[in-house]
């Protein structure tokens, strides 16, 4: 990939340039990452002239490598304070990298009340105003974007949320479908999008020269060996296209690790309602799709379509976190409500995770009750409207537990947890605490091992162990965030010792390399030091590594359990 959009609100200019030494072989969070420590001020705010929002996709991105198709989004978070990727599938990682872009700079500033969308084409880029599309939802917005630009562009667009600079705003990604069912949900990333005065980005892969592989035959063999992996793992291949992510619903629920009602217990009474077993049934009764990819070359189709009693088309990539946040953390056991609280988040532009821990911190406060879906979904609305309560809402739990002076708060670094309570999944606190992104599952996903047993399996309630096991799935997760790849082959890069030899050879066979795998720990360890690096300049310091007290000294049922990682163990991760 040869070049870099750089695009400057403040100036309405646009250029192409070649990527710098500095940034050449840098993909996906690699690339975000760097560009974000090297040109952001860290003491900037994270919604004025000085931050940037980078895109970049990943180094295996636009080949006929399985699920290589992810893209990165980069910048300072508004809600973390810290530097942030936040990686999605969909059709807009292939479309750049068969345009043989590297990445997308967004910088300056437009004037209030600005709109833009940013055009991408074979071409280069151009900005058009877009004052049309102004408070637009997401799913009409990329209606009208497709009848305007055509059906098989690909679009990252945001909703009213992030025009209204909301600190949990995300940014929308269209599937194979042209439906924007993908999420960058975390961080913030779509309140820096809407500060710039970007609405929407449109990338037409018309005529795309494709990408260069300096050795296909080499490429196209391990591509085949990595596919085959994937296809034989009893996860990827077999229970993820089956019951789709939910599928995590009855098994963390069992484990007593699911997060309930404000992360009060590791069970939740209603979990089968909302589990992956009963989607499918309802999907399949209903005439929906429970087996979808979300982008092209994915061959694990873990994604779905699920339609409402009438046979509305609701949402689709309907998935375990969005399930688990909106619908367990709440005490909301009724799978139509959570998909209409989940297509209401995707439509306003909001966080399904951080909305789900911003609800159940708002129940906890008795602003509505555990179990009230109605409830649920006029907090939403009031983020739509735009009301003093929904803005509230709308920046995320910790701000909402401030307002409300509550201390039972799941967070850290600012960013609400994800599905998985640290209590009773411990090396995915550490994780939580210790990672740069704030609590963020994804930066190292532990549960592969702790629930999963995937590579071999260790009790997920003894803290012993816990640093060390954290920081290898965080070097390898920020390694394989920089290819594109998709968070789930890591069933099969765990399981099969043919897999991750064969993402290496692709590397290899592409870029013409002599890569070992040491070499892609190394990088992961860069891009991992490269980001702690700007936060320790924002002012981050080993106390921002931690949980919030109340799970160190509240006992979780029905393991009684706390998480009692040591600050020594906590502050090793990251000590070389």
């Known amino acids: 990939m040869s070049k870099i959009i750089r695009v400057n609100l403040t100036k309405k200019e646009v250029k192409l340039e070649d990527v710098s030494k500095e940034y050449d072989g840098l993909g996906g969070r690699g690339f975000t990452s760097a560009v974000v420590a090297a040109e952001v001020n860290p003491l900037c705010h994270p919604l004025g002239e000085e931050n940037k929002l980078v895109i970049a996709p990943g180094l295996l991105g636009g080949t006929n490598c399985p699920n290589s198709g992810r893209?990165?989004?980069?910048?300072?978070?508004?809600?973390?304070?810290?530097?942030k990727e936040s990686n999605v599938g969909g059709t807009l990682g292939v479309r750049l990298a068969k345009l043989q872009i590297a990445g997308i700079i967004i910088e300056g500033k437009a004037k209030d009340g600005e709109s833009y969308v940013l055009l991408v084409n074979k071409d280069g880029a151009t900005l058009k105003p877009s004052n049309e599309l102004k408070n637009e939802l997401v799913y009409n917005a990329v209606e009208k974007l497709r009848a305007k630009y055509g059906e098989k562009v690909a679009i990252a667009c945001i909703g009213p949320a992030g025009e209204a600079k909301m600190a949990a705003a995300n940014i929308s990604v269209t599937d194979i479908d042209g439906v924007p069912t993908?999420?960058?949900?975390?961080?913030?990333?779509?309140?820096?999008?809407?500060?710039?005065?970007?609405?929407?980005?449109?990338?037409?892969?018309?005529?795309?020269?494709?990408?260069?592989?300096?050795?296909?035959?080499?490429?196209?063999?391990?591509?085949?060996?990595?596919?085959?992996?994937?296809?034989?793992?009893?996860?990827?291949?077999?229970?993820?296209?089956?019951?789709?992510?939910?599928?995590?619903?009855?098994?963390?629920?069992?484990?007593?690790?699911?997060?309930?009602?404000?992360?009060?217990?590791g069970r939740f009474e209603e979990a089968n309602n909302i589990s992956g077993e009963t989607m499918r049934e309802i999907i399949l009764k209903r005439k929906g799709n429970p087996t979808h990819p979300c982008s092209p070359g994915c061959i694990i189709d873990c994604s779905n379509v699920y339609k409402l009693e009438d046979g509305t088309e609701i949402t689709g990539g309907f998935e375990y976190e969005s399930i688990w946040a909106l619908g367990a953390n709440c005490g909301i056991g009724d799978l139509d409500i959570v998909a209409r609280l989940n297509r209401l988040c995707d439509d306003i532009g909001l966080d399904t995770i951080e909305m789900g821990d911003t609800i159940g911190v708002a129940m906890e406060a008795g602003i509505i009750s555990f179990g009230d879906g109605e409830g649920a979904i006029n907090l939403l609305k009031e983020a739509e409207k735009g009301s003093p309560l929904g803005k509230i809402v709308g920046s995320g739990c910790t701000c909402l537990g401030k307002v409300y002076g509550i201390e039972r708060v799941p967070q850290v670094k600012g960013q609400g947890m994800p599905a998985y309570d640290p209590r009773a999944t411990k090396g995915t606190g550490v994780t939580y605490?210790?990672?740069?992104?704030?609590?963020?599952?994804?930066?190292?996903?532990?549960?592969?091992?702790?629930?999963?047993?995937?590579?071999?399996?260790?009790?997920?309630?003894?803290?012993?162990?816990?640093?060390?096991?954290?920081?290898?799935?965080?070097?390898?997760?920020?390694?394989?965030?920089?290819?594109?790849?998709?968070?789930?082959?890591?069933?099969?890069?765990?399981?099969?010792?043919?897999?991750?030899?064969?993402?290496?050879?692709?590397?290899?066979?592409?870029?013409?390399?002599?890569?070992?795998?040491?070499?892609?720990?190394?990088?992961?360890k860069k891009v991992l030091q490269t980001e702690r690096d700007f936060n320790k300049r924002v002012g981050f310091t080993k106390a921002h590594d931690r949980l919030p007290l109340f799970m160190t000294k509240e006992k979780l049922p029905p393991h009684n359990t706390v998480f009692d990682v040591s600050n020594e163990d906590l502050d090793s991760v990251h000590e070389d």
Do not use: W
């Not at 893209?71 to 809600?79: D, M, N, Q, R, Y």
């Open 433 to 524: 605490a210790t990672s740069p992104m704030g609590a963020d599952h994804t930066a190292g996903y532990v549960i592969a091992m702790e629930i999963a047993g995937c590579g071999g399996k260790v009790d997920p309630l003894d803290p012993k162990g816990k640093a060390d096991l954290s920081k290898a799935f965080q070097v390898a997760t920020a390694a394989t965030d920089c290819t594109g790849l998709c968070l789930f082959v890591a069933f099969a890069t765990l399981t099969n010792e043919r897999a991750n030899p064969a993402v290496v050879d692709m590397l290899n066979a592409m870029y013409g390399l002599k890569l070992t795998g040491d070499d892609v720990t190394k990088l992961g």
């Open 71 to 83: 893209v990165s989004f980069g910048a300072k978070s508004p809600l973390t304070g810290g530097i």
């Open 182 to 265: 993908r999420q960058a949900g975390r961080g913030g990333l779509g309140a820096v999008m809407g500060s710039k005065g970007i609405k929407a980005i449109v990338v037409d892969g018309t005529d795309a020269p494709g990408v260069n592989i300096k050795d296909k035959d080499s490429f196209n063999k391990a591509a085949k060996v990595f596919a085959d992996t994937l296809k034989k793992d009893s996860i990827s291949g077999e229970g993820l296209p089956l019951y789709g992510t939910a599928i995590l619903i009855n098994i963390l629920n069992e484990a007593g690790a699911l997060p309930t009602k404000n992360f009060s217990s």
